[in-house]
Nanobody
Framework: QVQLEESGGGLVQPGGSLRLSCAASGRIGTLTVMAWYRQAPGKQRELVASITDAGNVDYADSVKGRFTISRENAKNTVILQMKDLRPEDTAAYYC?????????????????WGKGTLVTVSS
């Protein structure tokens, strides 16, 4: 099992910045992907940004140029730096990871989710 603990959400004015952090703990093998998703009221959960263990990143079109995802592998942590926030960025933000465990019998992978942290962009 892997536990994900998010932090850094809050209330910010339009144009402001926030930094979200997510730390993984537990039985960690290789966190092949670490990602942030968000879900606004009445909408489906959507991918915001992802980063692989090799450092390859991907962003939703709506956040390109404003959000930056990074990871600290030694700390099993993923960071989402958000700037130029807009009211439409208001949502619950969830950390997600895919953990791969390997043994002499082979490898298996499983997805894990954090409980979410709320980001509210409002004046």
């Amino acid at each position: 099992q892997v536990q994900l603990e998010e932090s850094g959400g809050g209330l910010v004015q339009p144009g402001g910045s926030l930094r979200l952090s997510c730390a993984a703990s537990g039985r960690i093998g290789t966190l092949t992907v670490m990602a942030w998703y968000r879900q606004a009221p009445g909408k489906q959960r959507e991918l915001v940004a992802s980063i692989t263990d090799a450092g390859n990143v991907d962003y939703a079109d709506s956040v390109k140029g404003r959000f930056t995802i990074s990871r600290e592998n030694a700390k099993n942590t993923v960071i989402l730096q958000m700037k130029d926030l807009r009211p439409e960025d208001t949502a619950a933000y969830y950390c997600n990871t895919n953990n791969e465990l390997c043994s002499s019998y082979g490898c298996s992978a499983a997805d894990y989710w954090g409980k979410g942290t709320l980001v509210t962009v409002s004046s």
